[in-house]
């Protein structure tokens, strides 16, 4: 069971939260995620051990708590819940962006010392975006889950691969090309490309 997350409206809690979060990225790319304790965490961010619980039971409620922090981020970046939504997967262009910004902590999210956790939360916060998306549009066909599967497993491989380019596309083309190559997929389920979701048709 993880601690009582103070409220995350709070500015010395969301400074801390950032101190937390950058000495875990910057000691995961370092050491490898068995490389490094919670006490190395606190040195790196200056945060005292009885602060970091505050915050997070251990490393892994750390890791969460940080996917979470982005979910919400990608999310508020696409307006309101139930307005209109011009295009499945809309959320990819955020991810994408944040992704190429900021190269070296994706870079260690993904790389192979993260570890297995790591990895698989990262995962996990991906294919969850594609399908929470996904089932707000008329799929036919397919289960939700293979579709969500499928669309998110590229986009990892796709961003994957643009981080280790020496010369990567720019966040605008790369999500473009993402949307093309899934594009004739999501057709063949029934989801028109530029239509509405089903969500906003019924609003």
Known sequence: ?????PSTGDRRVQRTRAALREALVALLAERGWDGFSVQDVCD????????????????????SGSFEDLRRTLLAGLGAPGGE??????FTRGLIEHGLSYRRVFRAIVGRRSGHFVQGRFRALVIGLARDDLTGWPVRGVPVEALAAFAGGALLELLTWA???KGPPEPEALDALYHRLVGPVLSEAGIALGGTSRRSAET
Request: glycine share 6%.
């Open 1 to 5: 069971m993880g601690v009582k997350q």
């Open 44 to 63: 790196r961010a200056n945060v005292g051990r009885s602060t970091f619980y505050t915050h997070f039971a251990d490393k892994e409620e750390l890791v």
């Open 85 to 90: 939504r011009r295009r499945p997967l809309a």
């Open 163 to 165: 981080l280790e380019s």
